[in-house]
Nanobody, 124 residues
């Protein structure tokens, strides 16, 4: 079993930055691929960023590429999402997710464990 707890959300003005953290407990964090997803009101949950178990492979949604960076610290059982140049359309609840597999994925259905979410609000 894996438990994921996000932190670092909040309110920021457009153009600002936030860093989300996701602390994982349970077994084998360092052998799990991790991902970030988001869900805006009235919309489906969408992929934001994903990373393989080692951090050697990462991928981003087109809407955030060049502005967001996913990283992980396996010694601390934590994955991060650095968000720069934030836009009002980035407003959403952001979810951390973990796979039972080491390979990264962009597919929501491939993830087995989910955090409770962190609210990010970007004002114009």
């Amino acid at each position: 079993q894996v438990q994921l707890v996000e932190s670092g959300g909040g309110l920021v003005q457009a153009g600002g930055s936030l860093r989300l953290s996701c602390a994982a407990s349970g077994r084998a964090f360092s052998r799990r691929a991790m991902g970030w997803f988001r869900q805006a009101p009235g919309k489906e949950r969408e992929f934001v960023a994903g990373m393989s178990w080692s951090g050697g492979w990462s991928t981003y949604a087109a809407s955030v590429k060049g502005r967001f960076t996913i990283s992980r610290d396996n010694a601390k059982n934590t994955v991060y999402l650095q968000m720069n140049s934030l836009k009002p359309e980035d407003t959403a609840i952001y979810y951390c997710a973990a796979r039972q597999d080491m390979a990264g994925s962009r597919n929501t259905a491939d993830y087995d464990y989910w955090g409770q979410g962190a609210q990010v609000t970007v004002s114009s």
